[in-house]
T-cell receptor, first 108, second 113 residues
Framework: QKEVEQNSGPLSVPEGAIASLNCTYS??????FFWYRQYSGKSPELIMF????GDKEDGRFTAQLNKASQYVSLLIRDSQPSDSATYLC????????FGAGTRLTVKP | SAVISQKPSRDICQRGTSLTIQCQVD?????MFWYRQQPGQSLTLIAT?????????ESGFVIDKFPISRPNLTFSTLTVSNMSPEDSSIYLC??????????FGQGTRLTVV
């Protein structure tokens, strides 16, 4: 079982819709959770982090964490074509462990 | 967030040769990290570099293949030695700041022919 699992996608949503990206992790000792965006040919950039159960909102982005279910998600509201990228879920258990990423395409 | 400069940004190398990748940070950091991202895959941690001590390598990575230097708190190098086509990948350096978020350099896209 992979430490951090994501659907590889691609996930395609129309412009203005909500994109929902999901991630599960295997280690219950995981302490913190991160979402990174990676444009093609670029390095990952941090979008959000979350430590506590529940929701955390930042602009159009909402991270959701459910430690009991070992599940973390990222919602992108009012999706824009510029949101088209690969989204990496990362979990910290000591070291940072990354999922394989979900490729999101937002169609105009 | 830290500004991380990584070079070269890309290179095409002959098999059997070595390439050294440099990573410069605009502030002092305790640990620097080196990752590999193979095509279509996620990031895999190669090693953690602390200033003044030997790097700590992850399972599957060895010092002879990926020697790392960390001469001071703002700089590190990763060498990919005796390269083969399987080493073709993106190599990223990273530092952690704030509440342990990771920040990345621009990456080095390596192609071995």
């Amino acid at each position: 079982q992979k430490e951090v699992e994501q659907n590889s996608g691609p996930l395609s949503v129309p412009e203005g819709a909500i994109a929902s990206l999901n991630c599960t992790y295997s280690d219950r000792g995981s302490q913190s959770f991160f979402w990174y965006r990676q444009y093609s040919g670029k390095s990952p950039e941090l979008i959000m982090f979350i430590y506590s159960n529940g929701d955390k909102e930042d602009g159009r982005f909402t991270a959701q964490l459910n430690k009991a279910s070992q599940y973390v998600s990222l919602l992108i509201r009012d999706s824009q074509p510029s949101d088209s990228a690969t989204y990496l879920c990362a979990v910290r258990v000591g070291d940072m462990r990354f999922g394989a990423g979900t490729r999101l395409t937002v169609k105009p | 967030s830290a500004v991380i400069s990584q070079k070269p940004s890309r290179d095409i190398c002959q098999r059997g040769t070595s390439l050294t990748i440099q990573c410069q940070v605009d502030s002092q950091v305790t640990m620097m990290f080196w990752y590999r991202q193979q095509p279509g895959q996620s990031l895999t941690l190669i090693a953690t570099a602390n200033q003044g001590s030997e790097a700590t390598y992850e399972s599957g990575f060895v010092i002879d293949k990926f020697p790392i230097s960390r001469p001071n708190l703002t700089f590190s190098t990763l060498t990919v030695s005796n390269m083969s086509p399987e080493d073709s990948s993106i190599y990223l350096c990273s530092v952690e700041q704030g509440v342990a978020e990771a920040f990345f350099g621009q990456g080095t896209r390596l192609t071995v022919v």
